[in-house]
Each structure stands twice: as C-alpha cells, then as structure tokens.
C-alpha cells in the first residue's frame, strides 16, 4: 500500500523533519504541497515531490483533492486545529506538529473532528522515539520504578532563543518556550508516568531576559520590541492521584544547568534521570546503587529498519498505525492533556491563582 501525503506549511519544521523523514519511508508518495509562500511549497515539491506533486498557496485547495490519503499540518500554532480539523472532515488523516492547538479548546474540537470521521489524528512529539525514551518507557511500563509519584519535566535553555519566523509572536504561537519546548518535556513525563489526569496546576511565565538589547544568542540578538512572549516559564502540577509534575522552559535563562526534552522520575521502587544520559537508580539489598544505561545499539519495537533517527521512527510508525489500522504512538488525548496543562500555566501566571482541571 502507498498513502499520498500533503504538506500544508513548507517552512522550517516541515523542511528540517517532516519531509526529510517522510522520504525514508517507502509506503508514501509526497504529493501535494502547500504554504502562503508560493516559492516554498514550490521548492519544496522539487525536493520532495513526485514527478506529478503540486503545489498550492491555499490549503482548503489541497483538500479537495480525494486522492490524497495523509496531511501534516506544519503551521503556526494558532492555525493547528483549523487546518487539522478541516483536513480530518475532508477524510483525511492528520498529523499535526506540536504543539496540539493554541488553546485546549481548540484541542478539545480536534479530538472531537477525529473521532466523528473515524480518521487518525497524532500530534509531532518525536521525542518518544529516542532511544533512551524507548527503554525507560518500558522500564515504566514494566514497573521497575513501581508507583511514579514525581516527575520533573526539562526544558532548559541558557541562551537559544529562536529569532526567526514567528516564534517571538504571542498571537501566532500562544507562548514561547514553554509551548514551544515544555510541550516535549512534559509530553515525555506524562508519557512515562502514564498519568493524565491533572488536578490543579500553578505556574509562572516571566518577561524578563526578554527586553535585553544586543543579548547574545545562539541565533544572534533578538529584537525586544517584537519578543512578545515569554522567556521562561515554570509549573508545579498536582496530579488526581498525589503525583506531582515541576516543569521548567526557558529560551534564556541564567543558568548553567541546560537540558532539553528530557524527564527525571522518581517512584517507590526507583528513579531515572534522563539528563547526562540515562540513569537507573535505587536501593538493593540495602545499598544504594546508580545504573548507567547504555544506550548505543538497539531499536524499538514497531521498526526494522536500520538508522535511529527519532523523526524518521516517528514518521514510519505514524505510517504504519494508519497502515495496519491501530493507534498511534502519541494520541491526541494525550497530546490534549499536554496543551490543557500549559495553558493553565499561563493561566495562573497571570491570575496568580492555581487553575483547577477536570472539574
């Protein structure tokens, strides 16, 4: 079986991993792309095209085409659950970058659309498909650290703010590094922990590395005047069962400790840390011991394939769930759970009261 896909978005992600990754795949034919910027979406069907692919600058034009089977949605967030939505009724199947929508109830409305037409949804947290990721999922999954109670969720930058595009545009993206790159480590420790049912959430998003002028940066300073969202955030959740969640995202941040899409767990039994690599720890026979995971050989499960390239993993196992028929790795209720989290966050943030889920 080939599935043909449409690329709606021909910008950075769409270009540095949904195409790249889609290509490695053998069951699909790239076959249709789209951006507002008609120069791209035509650059991007040279690249990646079939020698038949076409390219358009209105997405509603592309779904109007039945013989394609597969959309990627790789637009600005606050655009996520229009073109998701309008692609699931026009009985298409869609993955959608993250994160999931800008509000929770523009998630909400996706979830809904897939589960109305029957179609695949799965939201782009590529970050399950690490190595290391794999392993401590089934280290989880297996009860190695029995009952999970803490989980700590990094997304630290010192000093990589994003000055291209509209990452620093509140209205198009929702937020900054915590939309942006919390989304990864709290999907990963919701993952791990198997745990979506938030209670309370507390947060704080700040502006304060923000209106620096000629600030050095990964990706050269950033313009004060149009850097509208925040520089950091942080949250402290309270799961219905006790748990608790800390999440931390910063695009600059005066601190030396910088980890990215990485999860620290603690549980009866033991603990993990992702950071510096994986690590196992805990208490036997009454000693304490540290285990270091080593993690150069081995794949995951679902793929054969050579190569371990978390974006090319995800892609072949979006692939495959649609192909075989089954879930995909990343459900969009879960990915709804994410989305509902930080934008209680910001919430709090600017109440400076915990806002209360599942009520």
């Not at 597969?70 to 993250?98: F, R």
């Not at 704080?204 to 950091?232: C, I, M, R």
């Not at 371990?308 to 072949?316: C, H, K, Q």
Request: hydrophobic share 40%; charged share 25%.
């Amino acid at each position: 079986m080939t599935l043909k896909i449409g690329i709606i978005g021909c910008g950075g992600i769409a270009n540095g991993k949904h195409m790249p990754a889609l290509k490695q795949v053998k069951e699909v034919e790239m076959v249709a792309f789209c951006d507002i910027d008609l120069e791209k979406a035509e650059k991007a069907k040279e690249e990646f095209g079939v020698a038949e692919a076409r390219a358009y600058t209105n997405y509603e034009d592309l779904l109007k085409d039945t013989s394609i089977d597969v959309i990627h949605v790789c637009t600005p967030n606050n655009s996520h659950a229009e073109i998701s939505i309008a692609g699931l009724h026009s009985g298409k199947h869609v993955m959608c970058e993250k994160p999931m929508a800008k509000t929770s109830e523009e998630g909400r409305r996706m979830v809904e659309a897939a589960k109305e037409t029957g179609k695949k949804l799965t939201i782009g947290y590529q970050n399950r498909f690490r190595t290391d990721s794999q392993y401590l999922h089934q280290v989880c999954a297996d009860g190695e650290l029995g009952d999970i109670y803490v989980g700590k969720a990094h997304a630290i930058r010192r000093r990589a703010v994003p000055t291209w595009g509209v990452f620093l545009d509140e209205e198009a993206q929702g937020g900054g590094p915590l939309i942006d790159i919390g989304t990864h480590a709290l999907d990963l420790t919701l993952w791990m922990m198997n745990n979506y049912k938030p209670k309370y959430v507390v947060g704080n998003a700040y502006h304060k590395l923000s209106q620096t002028k000629n600030a050095a940066n990964a990706w050269g300073p950033w313009n004060p005047e149009k850097f509208t969202v925040e520089d950091s955030a942080f949250g402290f959740v309270t799961m219905e069962n006790g748990a608790s969640i800390f999440l931390e995202a910063s695009w600059a941040l005066n601190s030396l400790e910088v980890d990215e899409a990485k999860t620290t767990l603690a549980g009866t039994k033991a603990g993990a840390d992702m950071r510096n690599g994986l690590t196992i720890n805990g208490e036997d026979r009454g000693l304490l011991y540290e285990r270091q995971v080593e993690l150069e050989t081995g794949g995951v499960a679902f793929y054969d394939g050579e190569g371990s390239d978390p974006a090319v993993l995800e892609a072949v196992s979006w692939i495959q769930a649609i192909i075989e028929d089954k879930d995909p790795v990343v459900k969009p209720e879960e990915a709804l759970v994410v989305t509902e989290i930080l934008e209680a966050i910001y919430e709090s943030s600017k109440t400076g009261e915990p806002v209360f889920l599942n009520n």
